[in-house]
């Protein structure tokens, strides 16, 4: 068995170093464009085998990572830097990571007692702050790694494949590596899935729980009133806007982060990480200790809560 996985093991990889070299011999550019079309589908037909064939689960969702970071880079490919494009494409798919987490997070506790699963969890030898711990993992740990797994997987081979075309037409891959910089963009990804998605989104995530562990219904009218009552009442009242500005900040994503960050996460290479003055952000360990407060309240919660 071990000597006929090793021969399929070895049979694939001289499968993809002959792909590898094809360009060399191979000039065609409509067998070029075949190739990059099959290679782009192999990619795709991989993550529907992770979640088919090992899993069991009949989900087409991961479609939308693929497509969306994909249209992104596409569309973008033509009037950006290269560098701009790889981490455009990859904070669209990080984006609907975030939505889904948001979703995710909102249904967690609720979807148990609606569909009464939670007298099954409850039978367990497993405490109820450890099930929303491992609940909470989902958005702050399990998504911003497959996505970042899938970005850096897709950009790799995106950049064989542009280097192979490149190969082809007479010119140096060099030029290309250098104007495209990819482990720089990934790192620079990496960087803001820790501080945004994963520190500084915190206390959304858990707050969202907490609703998800207390509604009886609607918990997504339930998460948004509250913010929503407070905004309405603050302009009533003082004629001000404070909250508003308090959540576009928790929205914003740690801009202390980085040194010249304006609007949003900037997709600028000569950009400065500046991790020193975030991890001294009053903001950032405020959030942290209300996302905590969130999590102990949401566990209580869930320990008293009946199916619906």
């Known amino acids: 068995m071990m000597h006929r996985l090793a021969r399929v093991h070895i049979g694939l990889a001289v499968a993809f170093i002959g792909l590898v070299l094809l360009p060399l011999w191979v000039s065609n550019p409509y067998v070029i464009s075949v190739l990059t079309l099959a290679a782009l589908y192999a990619i795709f037909a991989s993550s529907w085998d992770i979640l088919s064939g ?7 969702g991961h479609a939308v990572f693929f497509g969306v970071g994909a249209y992104a880079t596409g ?6 830097h290269p560098l701009f494009v790889l981490l ?12 889904v987490g948001i979703f995710y997070t909102l249904d967690a506790l609720y979807g148990e007692r609606r569909d009464r699963s939670i007298l099954f969890w409850k039978s367990l030898p497993v405490s109820d702050f450890t099930t929303v711990l491992a609940k909470a993992s989902v958005p702050l740990l ?6 970042f797994a899938i970005t850096v997987v897709t950009e790799s081979i995106m950049l064989l494949l542009s280097s192979m075309v490149v190969l082809t037409s007479g010119l140096g891959v060099a030029t290309l590596w250098s104007r495209v910089q990819l482990y720089q963009a990934m790192f620079m990804l990496g960087y803001h899935l820790l501080t945004v998605h994963v520190l500084w989104y915190a206390p959304l995530y858990a707050w969202l729980l907490l609703i998800s562990a207390w509604a009886r219904r609607s918990p997504f009218i339930w998460a948004a009133l509250p913010p929503f009552a407070v905004v309405i009442l603050e302009r009533m009242t003082f004629h001000s806007s404070h909250f508003i500005g308090f959540l576009e900040y928790r929205f914003g994503g740690g801009r202390e982060a980085v040194n010249n960050m304006k609007d949003n996460f ?14 001294a952000t009053p903001g950032l360990w405020g959030g942290l200790v209300f996302a905590a407060i969130f999590l102990f309240a949401a566990a209580r919660l869930r320990r008293y809560r009946e199916p619906i």
């Open 54 to 60: 090992y899993i069991g689960q009949l989900n087409f």
């Open 75 to 80: 569309f973008l490919g033509p009037h950006l």
């Open 88 to 99: 455009a494409g990859g904070l669209t798919a990080v984006g609907f990571a975030f939505l």
């Open 142 to 147: 399990v998504l911003p790694v497959v996505a």
């Open 266 to 279: 900037p997709l600028d290479p000569e950009m400065h990480l500046t991790p020193g003055i975030f991890l």
